[in-house]
């Protein structure tokens, strides 16, 4: 059974930096792409990052390019996001999402951990 | 960016009416359309991806159409499960984007 289980989240000041960990099992983690996905209380969806299997493919949306870090570590089975210079609009649920190269790349999801970004 | 524009926002309809929601690219994305449901408190879950393939496990009662700015999810007969928000989602260009959501809820 494929399992993702976000964990890092919780309340940090504007400005400041948390680091989000996604531990993958149930599935061949270093073949699969990986990506971040949020959602803000009420609203919709948000792609912010995306990692190729092997991590040499990396992007991101523009709100948060040069603040956001994505990588991963696949002997360890787990993805990564290191979110710096943190602001109020990035208060939200983050998923992590697995998905297969060349297709779909949402196919799972995590449960989500939330991010408070306040003072 | 491509953005995708999903309609209606919300849809009113009783268990065993047919659900018809649609969602409009502002340019061609071929047929690299999912749709994804969402219920309270839970992540999203794939249902279709590129436009007409069912996920695995997802009951029959759903199926997608469309092609290149035109996409429609329909749901044959709603079951009282299928009452939840429903995203589409393109895979053609960066950056990755969402609908904005049509909510499905009990007539």
């Known amino acids: 059974e494929v399992q993702l289980v976000e964990s890092g989240g919780g309340l940090v000041q504007p400005g400041g930096s948390l680091r989000l960990s996604c531990a993958a099992s149930g599935f061949t983690f270093s073949s699969y792409t990986m990506s971040w996905v949020r959602q803000a209380l009420g609203k919709g969806l948000e792609w912010i990052s995306f990692?190729?299997?092997?991590?040499?493919?990396?992007y991101y949306t523009d709100s948060v390019k040069g603040r956001f870090t994505i990588s991963r570590d696949n002997a360890k089975n787990s993805l990564y996001l290191q979110m710096n210079s943190l602001r109020d609009e990035d208060t939200a649920v983050y998923y992590c999402a697995s998905g297969i190269p060349g297709v779909n790349p949402f196919d799972y999801w995590g449960q989500g951990t939330l991010v408070t970004v306040s003072s | 960016e491509v953005i995708l524009t999903q309609s209606p926002a919300t849809l009113s309809l009783s268990p065993g009416e047919r659900a018809t929601l649609s969602c409009r690219a502002s340019?061609?994305?071929?047929?690299?359309l999912a749709w994804y449901q969402q219920k309270p408190g839970q992540a999203p879950r794939l249902l279709i991806y590129?436009?007409?393939n069912r996920a695995t496990g997802i009951p029959a009662r759903f199926s997608g159409s469309g092609s290149g700015t035109d996409f429609t999810l329909t749901i044959s007969s709603l079951e009282p499960e299928d009452f939840a928000v429903y995203y589409c989602h393109q895979r053609t260009n960066w950056p990755l984007t969402f609908g904005g959501g049509t909510k499905v809820e009990i007539k």
């Open positions: 590129d436009t007409s």
């Open positions: 990692i190729s299997s092997s991590g040499d493919d990396i």
């Open positions: 340019q061609s994305i071929s047929n690299y």
